[in-house]
């Protein structure tokens, strides 16, 4: 059995009470620890496995040199009606995202649209988050977030561009909400980690090595590669991944005097220190809208239900049970957590064990 | 010399002066025509050939048989502040899209920011059109439309969404504007057709034929085959490309009301008609934002600038002269078109002197 394998499973309010002690730990709020603690489950709950607890630890090491504020004072430092300008004071983007997309929901109740553009932030966790608050108050919603440089641009030979996510939800009346949340690579990094761990090859188009060359050794990543943007190359669409891609860095950075392309700031110590700043921190650019302000909310719904009745009754490619909607996996991951805990690897156990030792907050591995 | 390569050359002006006789003959007010031929010509003059006149004579057919209103009432059925829904009343998509663009436009100067969900609308050309509308007023602009089914979602075998393109532009300082225009698709249909006539094979990842497996064989496609999302397998992210079909399909017709997934209208006479309708006609998704709202605008401008620079100067990958910048193709075109004229192979020019033929409009292959 590889280290990968050997898990242990604790429950997402376990989990959630240790973050929140661990950010109380370094003088945050009890509001901001939990809504930041909030987040780091979510994640995990939802499957994404390398958002969740597995970073506590990086926020752990950045609080501890005080790289992060841990009592920022968010504020809007410009608007117009529907939209925002938001500064979040170098504080934990686990607050500081929670509170700018509060804001845009706010402007959406209002005004029909609330556009809400981040600087001075950190990372924020998964995208998915923010538009599933929005759910919550029947608002279609919209998350965006640069991140520490990973990406090439199409024909591009090192990396400039975070994985940039794009997150987008829609609600439904009976059925379950559509919810897109993707990052604007052809892969995870997470992928490769994986990969680096199995020592197994991966497929073309995922990476190239550092002097720009296609490669499907894990290690050439390490070693000043770069992932592809989604489409990989010319030919499948690389242009259009790298454009999404650099659409997120604009509007999520050069709208927010925030830290664009290459010069984000890195999300753990080990990382590359940027040449240059261009901005303040990394930057987030959060959406919403009010439905009935285009059409009656409950039409929307059931049209919804029927897109998704439609679309799961595709005939299906050969070797599959044919599409899935968006938001499916993280759906059912959330249900089979919410029940039976959520499995963590030895290292993330180690991870956790290690600032407890250092917090004196109690963690028992089971 | 193959028909493909037969070109014969036009000014812009010249085509677009016999577009807009062609849409008066019609009964389509003068100003509508105008704005109508300038959406054409706009897409011959950046490259985008398969969206200018060569559609010209699909537009002749709807409108000979009555089924494009030419004199719609085009109106905001409902609207909240920054955002609004428009029934095109059945128009032409190239007058209906610059009207609800023109809303949303409006709307972002007094709100901030302004989005339109149109219905009852055909198509309306290429959707870099808008933005472009919108950088003249020094606005961020974004378009989308949903259209006839040939996307199939991923591990589906059939065809459920359009190519659903997404335009998003960003205005720069002394550089040229950032223009993001590009389907959700893989590959676009016209490549499918130009391998058709040239009996070439289709790179992997393209399409799929009728059976849901992988084809390179362009006449699969015919055959009952799909284009695959952008991103094509899942391995290489085909779900997010599905993922960006299906919101650009719900923004545009599940929000406004119009026909979503495989139930948007034919284009064209020799398309299928769908088995259901679900709303009315297609649907179009606009957006507006002040960039004032967020942060000064000389500012913003200039780091666009900026990161273009930073961009243009990525290290190349090996056998490519480095990353280009979105929309440098469709400017570069512009340049030389707007000097040199636009060049028609031989079968779309018989198709303007066919619509000469019926309607006595004078038309003169040079």
Same mark, same amino acid.
């Given at each position: 059995?590889?280290?990968?394998?050997?898990?242990?499973?604790?429950? @997402?309010?376990?989990?959630?009470?240790?973050?929140?002690?661990?950010?109380?730990?370094?003088?945050?709020?009890?509001?901001? @620890? *939990?809504?930041?603690?909030?987040?780091?489950?979510?994640?995990?709950?939802?499957?994404?496995?390398?958002?969740?607890?597995?970073?506590?630890?990086? %926020?752990? /090491?950045? +609080?501890?040199?005080?790289?992060?504020?841990?009592?920022?004072?968010?504020?809007?430092?410009?608007?117009?009606?529907?939209?925002?300008?938001?500064?979040?004071?170098?504080?934990?983007?686990? #607050?500081?995202?929670?509170?700018?997309?509060?804001?845009?929901?706010?402007?959406?109740? !209002? %005004?029909?649209?609330?556009? $809400?553009?981040?600087?001075?932030?950190?990372?924020?966790?998964?995208?998915? %988050?923010?538009?599933?608050?929005?759910?919550?108050?029947?608002?279609?919603?919209? &998350?965006?977030?640069?991140?520490?440089?990973?990406?090439?641009?199409?024909?591009?030979?090192?990396?400039?561009?975070?994985?940039?996510?794009?997150?987008? @939800?829609?609600?439904? %009346?009976?059925?379950?909400?559509? #919810?897109? /949340?993707?990052?604007?690579?052809?892969? &995870?990094?997470?992928?490769?980690?994986?990969?680096?761990?199995?020592?197994?090859?991966?497929?073309?188009?995922?990476?190239?090595?550092?002097?720009?060359?296609?490669?499907?050794?894990?290690?050439?990543?390490?070693?000043?590669? &770069?992932?592809?943007?989604?489409?990989? *190359?010319?030919?499948?669409?690389?242009? !259009?991944?790298?454009?999404?891609?650099?659409? $997120?860095?604009? +509007?999520?950075?050069?709208?927010?005097?925030?830290?664009?392309?290459?010069?984000?700031?890195?999300?753990?110590?080990?990382?590359?220190?940027?040449?240059?700043?261009?901005?303040?921190?990394?930057?987030?650019?959060?959406?919403?809208?009010?439905?009935?302000?285009?059409?009656?909310? *409950?039409?929307? !719904?059931?049209?919804?239900?029927?897109?998704?009745?439609?679309?799961?009754?595709?005939?299906?490619?050969?070797?599959?049970?044919?599409?899935?909607?968006?938001?499916?996996? *993280?759906?059912?991951?959330?249900?089979?957590?919410?029940?039976?805990?959520?499995?963590?690897?030895?290292?993330?156990?180690?991870?956790? +064990?290690?600032?407890?030792?250092?917090?004196?907050?109690?963690?028992?591995?089971?």
């Amino acid at each position: 059995m590889t280290e990968e394998q050997e898990f242990h499973v604790f429950s @997402a309010e376990y989990l959630k009470d240790f973050s929140a002690k661990v950010f109380l730990h370094f003088g945050i709020p009890q509001d901001d @620890a *939990e809504q930041a603690a909030d987040v780091l489950a979510r994640s995990d709950l939802r499957g994404i496995d390398s958002h969740g607890v597995a970073r506590l630890h990086t %926020y752990f /090491d950045m +609080l501890t040199l005080g790289r992060i504020n841990s009592k920022p004072n968010i504020k809007i430092v410009r608007e117009k009606t529907s939209v925002a300008a938001v500064d979040g004071d170098n504080g934990l983007g686990l #607050v500081v995202g929670p509170k700018a997309n509060e804001i845009a929901m706010e402007k959406a109740e !209002k %005004y029909g649209s609330g556009w $809400v553009s981040v600087c001075n932030s950190n990372h924020f966790g998964i995208a998915g %988050y923010y538009p599933l608050k929005a759910l919550e108050r029947d608002l279609i919603g919209w &998350a965006m977030t640069n991140s520490t440089k990973l990406v090439a641009p199409l024909w591009g030979a090192e990396r400039m561009l975070g994985t940039n996510p794009i997150a987008v @939800a829609f609600p439904g %009346y009976k059925e379950p909400p559509i #919810v897109i /949340d993707m990052a604007t690579s052809a892969a &995870a990094y997470g992928k490769i980690e994986i990969a680096l761990r199995n020592k197994s090859r991966l497929p073309r188009g995922w990476i190239i090595d550092k002097n720009g060359r296609m490669a499907i050794d894990p290690q050439k990543m390490v070693d000043g590669g &770069a992932l592809l943007p989604l489409g990989s *190359e010319r030919e499948s669409g690389g242009h !259009k991944g790298y454009a999404l891609g650099a659409m $997120v860095d604009i +509007l999520c950075c050069v709208l927010s005097g925030a830290n664009w392309g290459p010069f984000a700031p890195p999300f753990a110590l080990r990382q590359e220190i940027p040449t240059r700043s261009v901005g303040k921190g990394i930057g987030h650019f959060f959406g919403a809208m009010r439905i009935d302000g285009f059409i009656d909310k *409950e039409e929307f !719904k059931k049209q919804i239900d029927e897109w998704i009745h439609v679309f799961r009754s595709t005939k299906p490619a050969p070797g599959t049970s044919g599409p899935l909607i968006p938001g499916d996996p *993280e759906r059912e991951a959330e249900a089979v957590r919410s029940r039976e805990g959520i499995p963590l690897i030895k290292p993330v156990v180690n991870d956790l +064990l290690d600032i407890s030792r250092q917090t004196g907050i109690p963690f028992t591995a089971s």
